[in-house]
């Protein structure tokens, strides 16, 4: 089997902004295993905030022996970008040498359509609530906050969409003081969700603080092994395979958290189709899918998702899996 990693651009749409910074393009390595005839694929978004680059997710991915297999994938990679691509690049090369979909080798049920978020840049009120405006047909829309200026966008947002459902992404952006403050006029708002409210290693704070409004681990949670760190202080996990490190994981997550009695959003970054595909199988009714990524895009891979009112689609065969 021999094993390949290329870099890959996808413009976007338009600007789009969080707390940290503002991006024009999505750059993601794409994975390639190639046996006899048969050619697995899969995507990864380097993250910045973790300690990831293009460059030592690429040297990961090469360092790999060209026999490997999803076991020892997981002695060898840590949870992350590099695993992920790897991980579903695998899952999506034993789907093409068998003829299965991947949900029949994984025993889960066949997939269909889920609602997904679709994520507001961060911007002025003013553009906010034209931004809002121009998407209130849709059902579920994500607020990128997490500045001492989130009010305003909140309530021009509210004010653009008022019936659809928001849930609101601080993106580690807010204090505990900041976040108690805020909470009555999240559930004035109707805010059906904050994510990361506080900064990952500072999030002790929300034990036994009241949480009106269900609060989602997302920089907080990566794999299983997050979970006992999350007791007391989440209602909602975050489940991204640039996190967990691929398909594998996602799913052995998500059974853990809802055992444990925590509710599942399924994330993303910003990536094309192919990036999202293996996530539609974690996101089966998932309290919230946010799988917005290729709508975020100019240009997207060839046989991309379906998005349409019903949601995002699971993959066709020819994409992945």
């Given at each position: 089997?021999?094993?390949?990693v ?15 910074g ?11 295993l ?19 680059t ?29 695993r992920n ?71 021009a ?45 500072e ?38 395979l ?59 891979r060839d ?8 949601g ?7 994409l992945?899996?």
């Amino acid at each position: 089997m021999e094993i390949s990693v290329t870099r890959d651009v996808f413009k976007l749409a338009q600007v789009f902004t969080i707390s940290r910074g503002s991006r024009t393009e999505a750059k993601v390595l794409t994975a390639r295993l190639l046996d006899g005839a048969q050619q697995g694929w899969g995507e990864c978004v380097p993250y910045a905030r973790y300690g990831e680059t293009l460059d030592g997710v690429t040297d990961e991915i090469e360092s790999l022996p060209a026999d490997i297999s999803r076991t020892a994938l997981y002695d060898l990679l840590p949870a992350g970008a590099a695993r992920n691509a790897v991980d579903c690049a695998l899952w999506d090369l034993e789907a093409k040498k068998t003829g299965k979909r991947v949900w029949e080798l994984a025993n889960l049920p066949a997939p269909g359509p889920e609602i997904t978020a679709y994520t507001l840049s961060l911007d002025t009120p003013e553009n906010m609530q034209a931004q809002a405006a121009k998407n209130a047909f849709r059902p579920l829309l994500k607020i990128k906050l997490g500045t001492p200026d989130d009010m305003p966008r909140l309530e021009a947002v509210r004010a653009g969409a008022p019936r659809s459902t928001i849930i609101v992404d601080a993106n580690e952006g807010w204090s505990a003081a900041v976040y108690t403050d805020l909470a009555p006029h999240l559930v004035r708002l109707g805010v059906a969700l904050v994510e990361q409210p506080l900064p990952a290693g500072e999030d002790d704070a929300l034990l036994g603080m009241d949480r009106p409004v269900p609060v989602c681990a997302d920089e907080s949670c990566h794999d299983r092994a997050s979970l006992p760190a999350l007791k007391g202080k989440y209602d909602v996990v975050n489940i991204k395979l640039d996190k967990t490190g691929g398909l594998t994981e996602a799913l052995k997550l998500r059974e853990a958290a809802l055992a444990q009695g925590y509710k599942v959003m399924v994330g993303c970054m910003v990536g094309s189709s192919l990036a999202m595909a293996p996530a539609t199988l974690v996101a089966q009714g998932a309290l919230v899918t946010d799988l917005d990524g290729p709508l975020l895009l100019a240009e997207d891979r060839d046989h991309a998702l379906t998005f349409d009112d019903a949601g995002v689609h699971p993959p066709l065969p020819e994409l992945w899996g």
